[in-house]
């Protein structure tokens, strides 16, 4: 099958206004980056800008840390960073904030750099300097400036801007404070820059065990914002970091590191969710002693909040989303259900989807919920243009046409039958498939006694097997339990679709159907919401899951399907939107997982 090569065919009004676009439309009428320069005394770092395109752009990042899988939350990250430094004419770097060796491995790092790539924001990453046999092009790393940010660290020791703490975790948060009280002074604060720079280095050297001190900033241990009560650079951790190996022992704090990365890579809008907003006063505090001492340019970069995304059904913990992996409630990070971006992919979400629903979903410094219901929308909204379109039986039961053989002259004989590819666009072709006395439909298209309203299959009624002719309902047969095994219809002649006969007999109901002698048997995954609760998160994690997440049904669908691409999204008639599954069905048995259906019903 072919479809429309437009990727962004649902019509979507121009992009509204936010409050970052007035930031940046500000900055840049006023020229807030024009001027930027180095600070006296440019420092070991100033080699860090050489090669960075103009940096009176705008220099937007997205800074993901590789400890898992990237989910929906992410996706409006990337959207908005991405999209302000595109329509801006700007720069976006995809820049990994590994300074946690712990929880970090090269898996997260590829899964990472795959999700971009999806998401179509590849052609639109930065250049990064020449750094031969160290980077691919187009990507940061934090643990790139580490080196770096260990001199960051040692200057703000020697201007007594920062010193190391021997105290205990327990002591260290006991001294803290909390919002009505202020914190105590460390017994080590007062320390002598000599003994400070000694006592680090004794750190970098190994020479002290784990969790034995950390390097703090020396700030105000009385401020009202406790992030500014000596906050912590620096800590001992002895493992192995997946880009740089054992050379480092002690590593920086994210609250130290993400400044400087932004600074190094000339970055105008750092972009951060809401609960970063008190942290701020630290990013500029830092910011302003480096460039004071001419490590860094000035100006240097401000940080911006927004709301994160909060979908209803939908839990972005990454710890939460490791432990439903590691203990097998799932089958790992790209599981159809999970809100993973790799898990969407899987069911059947496009990168077109998802950016439609980010853009829906506005960027505001207020936070919310939105419905689950409205990310289904928007894939149904992207994929109505333009899905091919195919007939499938989920619950099939087998209708046998008695009269078959007495009007085609044989039991055997097939009618060729076709049907477009997509209703509105038929240079997208047909489709073919066959006809005969026996074919597949839908259980719940018999009734023995018609309900009200039901205008589908029951004794005395004809209906038309759309796409192709209308058949008269005689009666249905059950087993022992009472279940239906086989409906009996007879065919009446020349009513087949498409001829001049075709409407000589209205009927009021259509159904579709595959016949059984050209039928896919598959596999139809019919996923659901992974959490029962609208807001997990608050209780027992394994009581706010949705038991009734994914039925598996062995259905029949229409042989154009044998040959279904994984990623192409298809319109299942009647039941929704589903795509071929990209990890499953080799052995000739295809599998598709239900991606949307044709409309909400989980309030059903």
């Given at each position: 099958?072919?479809?429309?090569t437009?990727?962004?065919?649902a019509?979507t009004a ?13 900055d840049l009428?006023q ?21 960075m ?28 960073n ?7 004419g ?14 970090e ?9 795959d ?7 590849e ?10 046999g ?12 580490f ?29 803290r404070?909390?919002?009505n009280?202020?914190?105590?002074d ?26 034995a ?9 009385a ?33 130290f ?21 008190d ?14 001492g001419?490590?860094?340019?000035s100006?240097h970069p ?21 432990q439903l ?32 629903f ?8 207020s ?19 333009i ?8 619950d ?33 072709g ?9 074919v ?25 097997l ?15 339990s ?26 009021k109901g259509?159904i579709?159907?595959v ?5 896919v ?12 609760a ?22 029949y ?5 044998a ?11 009647r039941?929704g ?16 997982n ?10 059903k």
């Open positions: 099958m072919t479809s429309p437009d990727k962004d065919s019509k121009a992009a509204p206004s936010n409050f970052l676009r007035h930031v940046i439309e500000n009428a020229g807030a980056y024009s001027g930027r320069k180095w600070g006296g005394s440019p420092g070991d770092a100033a080699h860090h800008a050489q090669g395109p103009d940096p009176a752009k705008v220099r937007m990042r997205f800074p993901p840390e590789p400890n898992g899988y990237l989910h929906i939350g992410h996706a409006k990250s990337i959207w908005l991405f999209e302000l430094a595109k329509e801006y700007g720069v976006c770097h995809l820049r990994f904030d590994d300074t946690n060796p712990e929880k491995e090269q898996e997260y790092v590829d899964s990472i750099r999700a971009v790539k999806w998401l179509d924001y052609t639109y990453l930065a250049d990064r300097p020449s750094a031969p160290t980077l691919q092009p187009h990507e940061y790393f934090a643990s790139d400036y080196d770096f940010m260990y001199r960051a660290a040692e200057y703000l020791i020697g201007a007594g801007l920062a010193y190391v703490d021997e105290q205990s975790a327990e002591e260290i948060r006991a001294n404070g909390d919002f009280t202020p914190g105590t460390s017994p080590f604060r007062s320390r002598s820059v000599e003994e400070n720079l000694a006592r680090f280095r004794a750190m970098r050297d190994g020479l002290l065990p784990d969790g001190a950390i390097l703090r900033a020396k700030i105000d241990m401020s009202p914002n406790i992030n500014m009560r000596d906050p912590a650079l620096y800590r001992i951790r002895r493992a192995t970091h997946h880009n740089t190996g054992d050379k480092w022992c002690i590593y920086p704090m994210y609250t590191a993400h400044p400087i990365e932004d600074a190094l890579e000339q970055i105008t809008h750092s972009i951060c969710t809401l609960e970063f907003e942290q701020r006063p630290f990013y500029d505090w830092l910011l302003d002693r480096l460039a004071e001419g490590l860094i340019a100006p401000r940080q911006y909040e927004f709301a994160r995304l909060n979908v209803t059904h939908v839990l972005t913990s990454k710890r939460k989303l490791r992996v590691e203990e097998k409630h799932v089958d790992g990070w790209d599981d159809p259900r999970m809100p993973t971006l790799a898990g969407l992919r899987r069911r059947g979400y496009t990168p077109e989807a998802l950016r439609l980010c853009e829906r979903s506005g960027t505001t410094k936070g919310g919920w939105i419905d689950y219901a409205s990310l289904e929308a928007a894939l149904r909204d992207t994929l109505d243009p899905a091919p379109r195919a007939m499938a039986v989920l099939p039961v087998k209708l046998v046409i008695t009269n078959w053989g007495e009007l085609m002259g044989s039991d055997e004989v097939l009618d060729d039958c076709s049907a477009p590819v997509h209703p509105h666009h038929p240079e997208m047909k489709r073919e498939f066959k006809l005969g006395r026996e597949w439909i839908e259980r719940t298209d018999y009734e023995e006694v018609q309900p009200k309203g039901f205008f589908r299959l029951f004794p005395g009624n004809k209906v038309r759309k796409y192709g002719h209308v058949i008269e309902c005689t009666g249905g047969t059950k087993d022992a009472g279940k239906l095994i086989e409906v009996q219809a007879t065919l009446v002649p020349d009513t087949k679709s498409g001829t001049p006969g075709a409407d000589a007999i209205k009927v259509n579709t159907w016949a059984a002698a050209d039928a048997q598959a596999e139809v995954r019919l996923y659901e919401r992974l959490f029962a609208a807001n997990p998160g608050s209780g027992e994690l394994m009581d706010e899951l949705n038991k009734a997440s994914l039925e598996a049904c062995t259905a669908v229409e042989p154009s399907l040959k279904a691409e994984p990623g192409v999204g298809i319109q299942f008639e039941h939107y589903f795509v071929r599954d990209a990890k499953t069905g080799a052995d000739g048995k295809p599998v598709f239900r991606a949307a259906g044709m409309r909400d019903s989980w309030g």
